[in-house]
């Protein structure tokens, strides 16, 4: 049975969720206020730049009054910094809030702990990690990119029922389902960066966009090394921000940034610190072959979401990465498919 803590945390958590694929770089974040069992005030970081969860919830409480006498849920710690947005911590304490229930400690150096010790020092009681793996997973994101540097890595490709990704000549091939389609759509709304290589951009010629799904469009991401995609090519349309990543010196155009890299260094450690300095927190990487393999060999990845086929097959072509790097988390089947979701070990 859930104590009336882990209750309101849990609520607190779902409001949080709400503002999934809109407040990256920042957190998803939600805060319930309870005076004598009852919500007051509630809210949640609705998009990046907004007002954070704590400055919502305040405002939703008709009588303020009731604000030192009442029990403030936020599931990660309150902010101590000027951003975007003055430090909510400091608002709590102007409202004399007296009683804070915190899911998470903040893993950004920019807070990490001093939020936490300016409510303490307000002479207010504090109470740390109520469903704590449960908001770690809510932002395994912003705790990734916070605590290793890189952004979460989800990777994401679908295969025949004998195991081939693509045809021998890497014609286009429609694996998955209508259903499987949408949901990838919805999946690339979630995150703020999508990437693909050379031959994936080449053969399959994909937009990369959400246009299956009511969502935001992420950031593009490809790897052209050496600058021989034609420019045709819809990732070069100027529809949506697009990163190349290459060995050549370009310059930028409308919606399309080239980014040199060196030849004579290794390549992933190389994207995954442009993309941290670009504060980039998630990217759904969606082939080809060489680049997921590449990305599971050298142990860069988080999560695998494969679409398995019940239905086609392929008489030769281009064999599935091997997911032996993984951990087999779930199997869902979803009409001709099959999801199967994996984390990495």
Known sequence: MATPDEKYMRRA???????????????????????????IGEGWHRHYGGPHAE?????????????????????????????????????????????????????????????????????????????????????????????????????????????FIAAANYAQQQISGKLAQRLVHKWRSEEQAIMVGSRTALYDNPHLNTRLWPGQNPLRLVIDKQLLLPTHLHLFDGSQ????????????????YFVQLQENEPLLPQLMHDLHQRSILSVMVE?????????????????????????????????????????????QTLGPDQLLHYFRS
Not at 241 to 256: A, G, I
């Open 13 to 39: 958590l779902e409001l949080a969720r709400l503002a999934s694929g809109h407040t990256s770089p920042n957190p998803m974040v939600g805060c319930v206020i309870v005076h004598k069992g009852q919500i």
């Open 55 to 163: 400055v919502n919830a305040v405002a939703a409480v008709e009588d303020k009054s009731l604000l030192p006498k009442s029990r403030v849920y936020v599931t990660l710690e309150p902010c101590s910094h000027y951003g975007k947005t003055p430090p909510c911590a400091d608002l709590l304490i102007s409202h004399g809030v007296k009683d804070v229930v915190i899911c998470n400690t903040d893993p950004n150096p920019l807070v990490a702990g001093r939020g936490i010790k300016k409510l303490f020092e307000s002479g207010a009681q504090v109470k740390v990690g109520v469903l704590e793996d449960e908001g770690l997973e809510l932002n395994k994101r912003f705790f990734t990119f916070h605590t290793q540097k890189r952004p979460f890595i989800l990777l994401k490709w679908a295969e025949t029922a004998n195991g």
């Open 241 to 256: 921000p697009t990163v190349v990543y290459t060995y050549k010196r370009q310059d930028d155009r409308e919606n399309l």
């Open 287 to 331: 082939g080809g072959t060489f680049l997921l393999e590449s990305l599971l060999q050298e142990n860069l990845w988080d999560e695998a979401l494969v679409f398995k086929s019940l239905e086609k097959n392929l008489p030769a072509g281009v064999k599935a990465p091997n997911m032996a790097y993984g951990q087999l988390s779930s199997i």
